[in-house]
Each structure stands twice: as structure tokens, then as C-alpha cells.
């Protein structure tokens, strides 16, 4: 399959929809996207992919409306162009499928086809379990991940009809299975039964409660520098900064957000970035839409710091130090140009890790987050 295949599931952007009768200014993001209007852009030299999503029916069938990814674009496209080392692509919205199960065939299809292209891509809008297509797509690719998801509740609700709120048991239990594992961020423990937490911890996944996150969201860059699948639930920022979100008071504030989705961006491994469960007839004076629209200038800000990192083969770009921990010996690498940490395991390979991890080695105890990446291998 080529880009041009992927043109039966695509609507261009209607770019007069999304600013004034003056169009852009120079300095404005809407005019240095490569956009998909008449003609396919050439996407050759893309760093980010955006599409959009509109389709909610996975949160009830009232929510069908299309337009969120467009609020969304409509915010982004007027914030200021900072990062000129990177190059964006907008290839519109992916049509809505007759049933719920089209639209994620379509998700499916383009994001497969944009990952095999090399590609870093972003789904806007769509209610949550569109992760589930977002996750397929690399089925096609036969691709083994680890899967990160910010959210206030771990969508693993067998009682409820709602695809957005159940989603995550297919993603854990199906067959073919592409998940090696799952990071979920965020979570409020008011929303969540406790055994569910001691099922997740059984399956050897991680778990962090939004007050731990936000004590030190750096430790949280570590687990999304090691997944390919970033997914974003907006019921994981309070109301009060995205006031579409009805269903908690509670959560990240809209500095915390656009930290993680900068993390998210700084990764060469994360390959998908997914904004989900933003419903635009709930949004206060467009607040929720601007909130997800400096996510976004986040994401860039991340991928123009990620390619200031070296790779780990140029030694002389890190200080590395070997040690030994509880009898293990081991190496860590400190990159001299972003300061971010990895650390050896004992197949060889090296993982994502944070200055913690180190002094917690140093200290002669093993690291929680080697510990747990061992016991994967």
C-alpha cells in the first residue's frame, strides 16, 4: 500500500474553516504545515503526521459529532512557529465508518501505513478506545510494543456497553497478541476497584496514581521513551484546565499535560501519539481545544529536543558509568547532550531509565525499573 492509497480514508482540511479571512501569518504554525487540501502534501520529509478522528460512538452513541479534531486544529494552527527543525504534515480527518468497527479499521490502516513509512504520527479526537485501532496497527506491522496510557480510570470496566470504557481487555487478552507492556499514568484511585490495580500488577504491568506522578513527572519520561504507543484520555487533565472534561474535578493541570506529550515527542521509539475523549459541544470558551492545542506545540518542542540526542552506539556522547548492584554488574549511560539516563540489563540491551535509578544502584539496592524490565526478557 502507498500514501495514495490511503486518499478513500481521508477528508481534506478545509483550511478556511480554520482561520479568518486574512488567513495565517508567516509566524503562525498554519503556514508551515504541509496540508492535505486539494492534493496529497509530499510527506517524504515529515517528522509528524497528524490526523484526525471524530468518531465518539465508543462513549455512547449520542457523541457522533466530527468536528473536535478541527476545534483542535483551529487552536493549533494560530500558536506561534518556534521549531523550525521540524516539519509537520496535517492529512485531515479519517472518515467515520458506517459502524464503530470501520472507523478502526480505517485508524487501523492509515496509522499501519504511516508507521511503515517511518513515521511519527498523531491522532486527534475520537473517543478512547480508539487506542484499540491505534494498537492494531502495529498487529499489521507484526510489531511487539510497550503501550503507555495517561487516563483518570484504567478502561477495564466489563459491566459497562461502552467500547471507551472496556477497551483496554481486548488489548491485554487478544489473540494475536502484540502487547509486551503496559504503563498507565495517571490513574485516580477514588475511580478505581483495588483489585483491578492487584490484577495489573499480577500481569507485570505498571500502574502510577496521579498524586506520585505529579510529586516527580520526570519519572515518567523513562516509560514513555521506551514505548512506541503514547495514549492520552483528556479525563486525565482537571476540569478546570480542559472544562469539556465532566468527569473529574481532579488530575493533571495543563502544564503537567503538555510535559508528558513533550516526553512523548522527545522519543525516536514512540511512533504514535494518540489525544482522545474530547467532546467540542462541552468545551467552555474553547478552552479544552487550546489546551490540547499547546499539547501539540508540546509535541513539537519534544521531537526538536529528541534530535539533539546522540545515539547509543556514539559512546563519546555519553558518560558512562559501570557498576555493581546486589551482585549484578551493570553499565549506565548519561547523555551529555540532554542528560537523560539508560542502563543495561543483563541480556546486553539498554533501556530508558532516570537519574533515581542510578543513585538507587548506587546505593547497592537494585532499581525498581531494572527489576521489572529483567523479569520481561
Known amino acids: 500500500m502507498s500514501l495514495r492509497s490511503l486518499l478513500d480514508f481521508l477528508e481534506p482540511v478545509n ?73 509537520i504534515a496535517d492529512l485531515g480527518n479519517i472518515k467515520t465508518g458506517a ?5 478502526y479499521a480505517a485508524v487501523k490502516t492509515v496509522v ?42 484504567i478502561d477495564l470496566d466489563m459491566e459497562s456497553v461502552e467500547p471507551a470504557d472496556q477497551f483496554l481487555v481486548d488489548m491485554f487478552t487478544g489473540i494475536p497478541n502484540y ?25 507485570g504491568f505498571d500502574c502510577y496514581r496521579v498524586g506520585k506522578v505529579k510529586e516527580s513527572i520526570e519519572e515518567m519520561e523513562p516509560a514513555i521513551r521506551n514505548s512506541e504507543l503514547f495514549s492520552f484520555d483528556i479525563a486525565a487533565i482537571q476540569n478546570a484546565h480542559a472544562p469539556a472534561n465532566h468527569i473529574t474535578p481532579n488530575g493533571f493541570n495543563g502544564e503537567e499535560a503538555c510535559t508528558l ?22 468545551d467552555l470558551h474553547q478552552l479544552t481545544a487550546k489546551q490540547q492545542a499547546h499539547m501539540l506545540w508540546y509535541v513539537l518542542d519534544g521531537i ?33 547532550r540532554t542528560g537523560r539516563w539508560w542502563m543495561q540489563l543483563h541480556d546486553g540491551k539498554y533501556v530508558a531509565c ?20 529483567a523479569e520481561r526478557i
Request: charged letters at 20%; hydrophobic letters at 40%; glycine letters at 6%.
Open 15 to 87: 483550511m478556511a474553516m480554520l482561520s479568518n479571512d486574512e488567513g495565517f501569518k508567516d509566524t503562525q504554525l498554519g503556514k508551515h504545515i504541509l496540508v492535505f487540501e486539494e492534493e496529497l502534501p509530499d510527506i517524504s520529509t515529515a517528522d509528524l503526521v497528524i490526523v484526525g478522528c471524530g468518531d465518539m460512538r465508543g462513549m455512547g452513541m449520542q457523541y457522533t459529532s466530527n468536528n473536535a479534531p478541527n476545534a483542535i486544529r483551529s487552536q493549533f494552527y494560530a500558536l506561534f512557529y518556534w521549531h523550525t527543525e521540524v516539519t
Open 99 to 103: 459502524t464503530i468497527a470501520d472507523s
Open 112 to 153: 499501519a501505513e504511516l508507521i511503515q513509512m517511518g513515521k511519527k504520527v498523531l491522532i486527534l479526537g475520537g473517543s478512547h478506545d480508539m487506542t484499540t485501532a491505534q494498537y492494531l496497527a502495529y498487529g499489521n506491522n507484526e510489531k511487539i510494543i510497550d503501550a503507555v496510557v495517561v487516563d483518570a480510570k
Open 179 to 203: 502487547l509486551k507492556h503496559y504503563t498507565h499514568i495517571g490513574f485516580q484511585s477514588y475511580f478505581m476497584h483495588p483489585h483491578m490495580l492487584e490484577t495489573i500488577d499480577k500481569l
Open 261 to 282: 506529550m513533550q516526553y512523548a515527542g522527545m522519543s525516536k521509539i514512540c511512533n504514535s501519539i494518540g489525544l482522545y475523549g474530547f467532546i467540542e459541544e462541552q
Open 304 to 336: 526538536q529536543k529528541g534530535k539533539q540526542e546522540a545515539d547509543l552506539e556514539n559512546r563519546n556522547a555519553f558518560n558512562e558509568f559501570t557498576m555493581a548492584f546486589a551482585e549484578v554488574e551493570t553499565i549506565f549511560l548519561q547523555s551529555k
Open 354 to 373: 532516570s537519574y533515581r535509578d542510578y543513585v538507587t544502584a548506587c546505593n547497592n539496592d537494585i532499581p525498581e525499573r531494572w527489576m521489572r524490565a
